[in-house]
C-alpha cells in the first residue's frame, strides 16, 4: 500500500470535524449575543448557521468513508475531491463576515453620530 491506512483521511476527517463545530458554535454565540440588537433575525442566522455546522458535518463524514473505502480497495481515490462543501462553507462563512462588517460599521457610525 502507498498511503498509511486511516492516517489521511482520518486528518482530513477531523479537520472537517473541527470546522464544523466551530461553525455551530460561532452561530449560536453570534445568535446569542446579536439577540438584543437584531432580534428574530440573530436567531435565524443562527439557526440556519447549526444546520449549515450539522450540513458539513455529515458531508464531510460521509466523503470520509468513501475516500477510506476507496484506499483501501484499491489503493487510489480514483476520483478527485468534490468541492461543494468547501465552496458551501466558505461561501456561507464570506456571508456572515460581510453581515458582521455591516452591522459592527453601521452599529460604529449609529454611536459616533449621537455621541456628538
Not at 29 to 52: I, N, S
Request: aromatic letters at 6%; a positive charge; hydrophobic letters at 50%.
Amino acid at each position: 500500500m502507498i498511503f498509511d491506512e486511516g492516517l489521511q483521511p482520518e486528518r482530513t476527517a477531523l479537520a472537517w470535524r473541527r470546522s464544523a463545530l466551530a461553525l455551530l458554535v460561532g452561530s449560536l454565540a453570534g445568535a446569542r449575543l446579536l439577540a438584543p440588537q437584531l432580534g428574530v433575525f440573530a436567531l435565524v442566522l443562527g439557526v440556519v448557521g447549526c444546520g449549515a455546522g450539522a450540513w458539513t458535518y455529515l458531508a464531510a463524514r460521509a466523503r470520509s468513508r468513501r475516500v477510506t473505502a476507496r484506499l483501501l480497495s484499491d489503493g487510489h481515490l480514483g476520483e478527485g475531491p468534490h468541492a461543494g462543501v468547501l465552496a458551501a462553507t466558505a461561501g456561507y462563512c464570506a456571508l456572515l463576515g460581510v453581515f458582521a462588517l455591516v452591522f459592527v460599521t453601521d452599529h460604529g457610525l449609529r454611536g459616533i453620530l449621537t455621541s456628538r
